[in-house]
């Protein structure tokens, strides 16, 4: 029998347990594996790698042996900030994790952006920002879901919770990851608490003036020049099912958005070798202006140009659908296509 997550609602937060006193599972009751693999989502973000960093150091002060891993390459947001941290990169994740190992999910839940096989793994711990998704288990496991901008704010409460010294390089990639997801305070996915974390963690990650730090990032983020079409079409890249259908979402974030627009023929290709490649009924992607927050997110085809224009109220010209202001793929995206195909016939 299959226990699936149950959860319930109390001061916006969703939970299993009361997380300052819960147990935590010691290694040597971990399927006799010595090691939990803790990573986030594949195509990573800034707040996939720092949180599984984050979320790593935690579980080891908790004397459970963790370990952080990555399923993909970093973008160059991800180095920036990793440098300015002093830390080396997590390993990629091993292609032989034997079945029952020990595995902690952090920034996603979702089996279809998660590792290849992830059912065959035991799911130990999950420490999320976004919806619920198919994620079911064999036992009861420690999960940590709160709608807030990142999990990065998830962990800085677990670390003050805990009474847990946080330094400085850990700081400094809990404020990058928040600032990252947020886009500054400015996505509408930002909540008090996102707020509330940074104003506490700046003066430990030694940050003097904020504002000329994310846009230090978010300068990184944009330079894209380096990068093929294929490549920024997976920067930041999920896939979802709606109504049983397997779609794509991708998202770039920049200063220059007309550099990938202008581009948009050979993103077209990319585009359709990945629909083709992985079957997907649907691929959508979008090019957010972080200066102006502005969505501008291109077309592929016609059943794309139908569900985006029916779901979202827009017109589609030159294959753009302009969406304004919405911006956020986990708040305005994500949800918009899936009242749209609850509703549908």
Not at 238 to 261: A, D, H, M, R, S
Not at 266 to 276: G, H, V, Y
Not at 329 to 341: A, G, M, N, T, W
Request: hydrophobic share 40%; aromatic share 10%; glycine share 4%.
């Amino acid at each position: 029998m299959k226990y699936t997550f149950a959860t319930n609602h109390s001061n916006n937060t969703l939970f299993t347990n009361t997380f300052s006193k819960q147990k935590f599972p010691s290694r040597k009751t971990i399927n006799n594996q010595s090691q939990v693999y803790v990573f986030g989502h594949r195509n990573p973000d800034t707040d996939a790698i720092t949180s599984a960093l984050v979320y790593a150091d935690f579980l080891r002060r908790k004397k459970i042996n963790a370990k952080a891993y990555r399923l993909g390459d970093l973008n160059n947001e991800t180095k920036f900030v990793l440098k300015r941290a002093g830390m080396k990169p997590p390993d990629m994740l091993p292609s032989y994790l034997a079945a029952g190992t020990a595995v902690a999910l952090v920034d996603h839940n979702e089996s279809q952006q998660s590792m290849e096989n992830l059912k065959m793994m035991r799911v130990t711990y999950v420490v999320d920002h976004h919806r619920l998704g198919d994620l079911t288990t064999l036992e009861p496991i420690y999960l940590r879901f709160e709608p807030v901008g990142c999990t990065a704010t998830i962990l800085t409460k677990l670390y003050r919770e805990n009474k847990f010294r946080i330094n400085q390089n850990i700081a400094l990639l809990l404020v990058s990851a928040i600032l990252s997801d947020t886009l500054h305070f400015r996505s509408p996915t930002t909540t008090d608490d996102d707020r509330l974390m940074v104003t506490y963690l700046l003066p430990i990650a030694k940050i003097d003036n904020v504002e000329s730090y994310a846009n230090q990032m978010f300068a990184a983020k944009s330079d894209l020049n380096s990068y093929t079409m294929r490549e920024i079409l997976f920067l930041d890249y999920k896939t979802f099912i709606f109504k049983n259908q397997l779609w794509g979402v991708g998202v770039v974030e920049t200063f220059y958005p007309n550099n990938t627009l202008t581009r948009k023929d050979e993103l077209f290709e990319a585009m359709i070798d990945e629909k083709k490649r992985s079957n997907l009924t649907g691929i959508l992607f979008s090019v957010i202006d972080i200066v102006n927050l502005r969505n501008y997110m291109i077309i592929l085809g016609e059943i794309e140009k139908f569900i985006i224009q029916k779901a979202f109220n827009v017109n589609v010209q030159d294959r753009i659908a302009d969406l304004g202001s919405r911006i956020s793929r986990k708040k305005d995206i994500v949800p918009s296509l899936e009242r749209y195909f609850k509703n549908s016939n």
